[in-house]
């Protein structure tokens, strides 16, 4: 079992920054990849960057050159760093761990909202 916390979200304003961090606990050895979701009010929830364990990391068009992922195994914390926020950047973000059998695991959520 892998438990998941997000922390980090909040109101800002359009082209402004926020970080997002994920703390993982429990099986932490199990964990393969992971990454950051979004899901925006009325809309499915999306994919918006990954990292594996070796630090490679893929994006979302839709977020390239403004956000960053990044990963602390040794803590087993993921960040998200987002930069010129956009009001469609407005949703609630999401954190999933993926172990290395194959299940998936989720955060509860933190809102980010973009907006002056």
């Known amino acids: 079992q892998v438990q998941l916390v997000e922390s980090g979200g909040g109101l800002v304003q359009p082209g402004g920054s926020l970080g997002l961090s994920c703390a993982a606990s429990?099986?932490?050895?199990?964990?393969?990849?992971m990454g950051w979701y979004r899901q925006a009010p009325g809309k499915e929830r999306e994919w918006v960057a990954g990292?594996?364990?070796?630090?490679?990391?893929t994006y979302a068009e839709f977020v390239k050159g403004r956000f960053t992922i990044s990963r602390d195994n040794a803590k087993s914390t993921v960040l998200l760093q987002m930069n010129s926020l956009k009001p469609e950047d407005t949703a609630v973000y999401y954190c999933?761990?993926?172990?290395?059998?194959?299940?998936?695991?989720w955060g509860q959520g933190t809102q980010v909202t973009v907006s002056s």
């Open positions: 999933k761990a993926q172990t290395y059998d194959g299940f998936d695991y």
């Open positions: 990292i594996t364990p070796g630090g490679k990391v």
């Open positions: 429990g099986s932490m050895f199990s964990i393969n990849r």
